[in-house]
């Protein structure tokens, strides 16, 4: 097992990209390479980015990594924005998303700055 499996943040963060894989499912065929490309790609950077952070030497590294991945997550909120005006989410995927994301951002600050303190 790798360090980052470990991690609830991570596994939070997988849990988040498939839910993002759900709901961009139910959003216009048009829209594969725009919006719901971009809300995957930014949704499962969040989980790479913490993955590939435990794999540096140092932790200030590693924290760079984690601050990468934490601007996926608000990425994916201000793209959820996007497809909420749009008409792609519901009132209520999207408050559930921004809670995930929410909570997801705070671990992941967390996170960094214990990082940091080492």
Same mark, same amino acid.
């Given at each position: 097992? $790798?360090?980052? *499996?470990?991690?609830?943040?991570?596994?939070?963060?997988?849990?988040?990209?498939?839910?993002?894989?759900?709901?961009?499912?139910? $959003?216009?065929?048009?829209?594969?390479?725009?919006?719901?490309?971009?809300?995957?790609?930014?949704?499962?950077?969040?989980?790479?980015?913490?993955?590939?952070?435990?794999?540096?030497?140092?932790?200030?590294?590693?924290?760079?990594?984690?601050?990468?991945?934490?601007?996926?997550?608000?990425?994916?909120?201000? *793209?959820?924005?996007?497809?909420?005006?749009?008409?792609?989410?519901?009132?209520?995927?999207?408050?559930?998303?921004?809670?995930?994301? *929410? *909570?997801?951002?705070?671990?992941?600050?967390?996170?960094?700055?214990?990082?940091?303190?080492?």
């Amino acid at each position: 097992m $790798f360090r980052f *499996e470990k991690l609830d943040v991570w596994q939070k963060a997988i849990a988040f990209a498939d839910e993002v894989y759900s709901l961009t499912r139910g $959003f216009p065929a048009e829209e594969r390479f725009g919006l719901t490309s971009q809300m995957r790609r930014a949704a499962v950077s969040v989980s790479s980015n913490i993955a590939e952070g435990s794999s540096r030497v140092s932790d200030a590294d590693y924290a760079r990594f984690i601050e990468i991945g934490y601007g996926s997550a608000l990425e994916v909120v201000s *793209e959820a924005f996007v497809a909420r005006r749009q008409g792609f989410l519901s009132e209520d995927n999207f408050r559930q998303l921004y809670a995930n994301a *929410e *909570e997801i951002s705070r671990m992941m600050s967390g996170l960094r700055a214990s990082l940091l303190k080492s």
